[in-house]
């Protein structure tokens, strides 16, 4: 009888083990459903990894081909305005300025006529490029907006005489 209860623990022992595994395996077991959902949700991450990557390749690419068209062009600018009149770039680029401050001047004040008559003789003292051989492109439109306050004043001016 000993032996057959040694025999029984024996058996027991070794079979234990492998009772136990094949229960774990089997609540373990993934179904091929389980296997899919989780390989999609795997593919989700790592296109949504990739892509933010590639946002931010192409941010870093976009910011600095921005900055070497600046670089670029910062040598062409300065040599623009080396080869032209630096009296003559400092009036033209300072008169977008003071034209909008005058045409403000102007509108939100009511002017006598001295005051206007003062400040048009002020204007007409500015040196534009106009009996030059030639012009730049940017200062076209900046002549054209002093040129229109000028005639604002010469109407206004003209209205109070």
Known sequence: METYI???KDILVIATPIIVAIISY??????????????EKSLKEKDADT?????????????????LS????????????NRMDQIRYGNISGLTDLTQKVS??????????????SIHEMLLKIKLPMDEPELYPF????MIEFLKLLRTLEEKIAEQS
């Not at 892509?51 to 900055?67: D, G, M, R, T």
């Not at 600046?70 to 305005?81: A, C, F, K, L, V």
């Not at 200062?139 to 900046?142: N, Q």
Request: glycine share 2%.
């Open 104 to 117: 403000g001047y102007i509108q939100q004040n009511n002017l006598s006529l001295e005051e206007l008559k």
């Open 70 to 81: 600046w670089q670029n062009s910062m040598p062409r600018t300065d040599q623009y305005i």
């Open 51 to 67: 892509s933010q990557i590639l946002a931010k390749i192409s941010a870093e690419l976009e910011s600095q081909k921005q900055i």
């Open 6 to 8: 040694t025999v029984i």
């Open 26 to 39: 089997r609540s373990s077991k993934k179904t091929e459903r389980d296997i899919r959902l989780e390989l």
């Open 139 to 142: 200062e076209i439109p900046i």
